[in-house]
């Protein structure tokens, strides 16, 4: 089963508009990632949390994690019609096993 | 601009035929895996390998076998296509352990019919 569960499912917002999604883990973690995906391609690697941290940032992402509460969320300021895509959170379990375990998505759409 | 390169975009295949995915990746990641991403599930694990010659099974690998002869090669083997395995697989590479993020390739579209 899917360990990490975004929020929203979709999104749609005008570009210049921030947009914030959620994703909630049920076990231990070392780090949490999140993934861009644009329709019909792979994934890309946007950003890496570790367990330790509360925010990290990186160009216009913003990504922060409640470890206690077992929830990330990813901010894009000022988002642009090429933000459209999926995104998807990750997570590195501490059990050990080296497979990040991915949620189901969301799909965001910024109107131009 | 490291890379991993799956060897089709798109395919369409019989029910009842072997099918090869192939993935190819030029990092020298000792890590590889085989995801298939179906909507509303998200990507599932079907194998993983973290060394040549080594697999393990991942969440749903029956009806699926996988082979890593060389260590930036991981093929993907749909014994006896079903339509149940139409789906988008990906394949994904990374460094040991967890800490780096994984690799993805483009995709391959698989359509059984």
């Known amino acids: 089963s899917q360990q990490g569960e975004e929020d929203p499912q979709a999104l749609s917002i005008q570009e210049g508009e921030n947009a914030t999604m959620n994703c909630s883990y049920k076990?231990?973690?070392?780090?949490l990632q999140w993934y861009r995906q644009n329709s019909g391609r792979g994934l890309v690697h946007l950003i890496l949390i570790r367990s330790n941290e509360r925010e990290k940032h990186s160009g216009r992402l913003r990504v922060t994690l409640d470890t206690s509460k077992k929830s990330s969320s990813l901010l894009i300021t000022a988002s642009r019609a090429a933000d459209t895509a999926s995104y998807f959170c990750?997570?590195?379990?501490?059990?050990?096993?080296?497979?990040?375990?991915f949620g189901t998505g969301t799909r965001l759409k910024v109107l131009a | 601009d490291v890379k991993v390169t799956q060897s089709s975009r798109y395919l369409v295949k019989r029910t009842g035929e072997k099918v090869f995915l192939e993935c190819v990746q030029d990092?020298?990641?000792?890590?590889m895996f085989w995801y298939r991403q179906d909507p509303g599930l998200g990507l599932r694990l079907i194998y993983f390998s973290y060394d040549v010659k080594m697999k393990e099974k991942g969440d749903i690998p029956e009806g699926y076998s996988v082979s890593r002869e060389k260590k930036e090669r991981f093929s993907l083997i749909l014994e006896s296509a079903s339509t149940n395995q139409t789906s988008m697989y990906l394949c994904?590479?990374?460094?040991?352990?967890?800490?780096?993020?994984?690799?993805f390739g483009s995709g391959t579209r698989l359509t059984v019919v």
């Open positions: 994904a590479s990374s460094l040991p352990g967890g800490s780096y993020g994984y690799t």
């Open positions: 076990t231990s973690i070392n780090n």
């Open positions: 990750a997570t590195d379990p501490t059990s050990g096993t080296y497979k990040y375990i």
């Open positions: 990092m020298d990641h000792e890590n």
